[in-house]
């Protein structure tokens, strides 16, 4: 077993966040009052949607930016957020789906193997920071990816991204580093 042979390792997106413009006012009242699954936040000025298909959680502001969260992929988040558009085109406004874009995708990825968390720090002391009173992963980011990687000792790894395509690299990438700093088995 060596760092340079193919391993397919499982890359589970568990959230993607996404953004869109309606390019009209909305009024969240009226959204409260007709719309379903919704809850006003009348403190915070703004309204909560769910849908159930895709399950998506939408954040609406009156100013008609929506953020829409709990996607498990980019097709689901834009298809979720026109759904989105359609529902409150239906309750009267008048709703132009723009500026759509995924600002955010959390994914989670296992390691055949547990890792040695102070020697990998050690070996990758710019990008990596460890601090086990504070929390029990490394912290390990890739600037050039906008990547973040939470890398826990049983082998699993949280990755934060810009896009699909930035979170596989970032696995990609960081592979080789955290196949050295392995556990042996004995």
């Known amino acids: 077993m060596d760092a340079d042979s193919d391993v397919a390792l499982d890359i589970l997106i568990t959230n993607v966040v996404c953004v869109f413009r309606t390019r009209c006012h909305l009024n969240l ?4 009052l007709e719309g379903a699954n919704v ?3 009348r403190d915070v ?4 949607m769910k849908l159930r298909k895709p399950r998506i959680t ?7 930016k929506i953020i829409c969260t709990g996607a498990t992929s980019e097709e689901e988040a834009k298809f979720g957020a026109r759904r989105l558009a359609r529902s409150l085109q239906k309750l009267g406004f008048q709703v132009i789906f723009t500026d759509f874009k995924v600002v955010n995708v959390l994914a989670v990825c296992n ?3 547990e890792i040695r968390l102070p020697e990998f720090t050690k070996n ?3 990008h990596a920071s460890y601090e086990p009173e504070l ?6 980011r890739i600037k050039s990816l906008r990547a973040t990687l939470q890398i826990f000792s049983t082998g699993s790894i949280t990755v934060t991204g810009p896009n699909v395509k930035a979170v596989a690299a970032a696995v990609e990438q960081v592979y080789p580093f955290v196949f050295e700093s392995r556990k042996e088995i004995l």
Not at 29 to 32: M, N, P, V, Y
Not at 58 to 64: E, L, N, Y
Not at 135 to 140: G, S
């Open 29 to 32: 009242r009226k959204i409260a």
């Open 58 to 64: 939408a954040t609406i502001w009156s100013s008609g």
């Open 39 to 41: 809850i006003y936040k």
């Open 135 to 140: 929390h029990p992963a490394v912290c390990y």
């Open 124 to 126: 990758n002391r710019p």
């Open 111 to 113: 390691m055949p193997f």
């Open 45 to 48: 000025g703004k309204v909560l």
